[in-house]
């Protein structure tokens, strides 16, 4: 799930969050705005059953995934769409 709020200069903050899930303990969100570094931004767990990470990304178009324990990769169903690089957030 993604939510969006407009800040000034240009830039939006975006919350990433996905439900928890028992057999991936860690999750973290890798793009072309963290250099597809895992772990830099990790998806903390909250008390509703998600966990979630929030970014301030300036405005343009960002590709990202979601990188779990294992090397497991999903994409963002709520994203503006999805190719062959993952998914992508226009901004």
Request: aromatic share 6%; no cysteine.
């Amino acid at each position: 799930m993604l939510k969006r709020t407009p800040l000034k200069d240009s830039k939006t903050k975006i919350t990433f969050s996905l439900p928890m899930d028992e057999t991936t303990p860690s999750i973290s969100v890798v793009g072309d705005f963290n250099g597809w570094q895992p772990g830099r931004h990790e998806l903390t767990p909250r008390r509703n059953g998600t966990r979630s990470v929030t970014l301030t990304l300036p405005s343009g178009t960002h590709h990202f995934r979601y990188l779990g324990t294992g090397g497991l990769w999903l994409d963002e169903a709520e994203a503006d769409s999805i190719d062959s690089e993952g998914s992508v957030l226009v901004v």
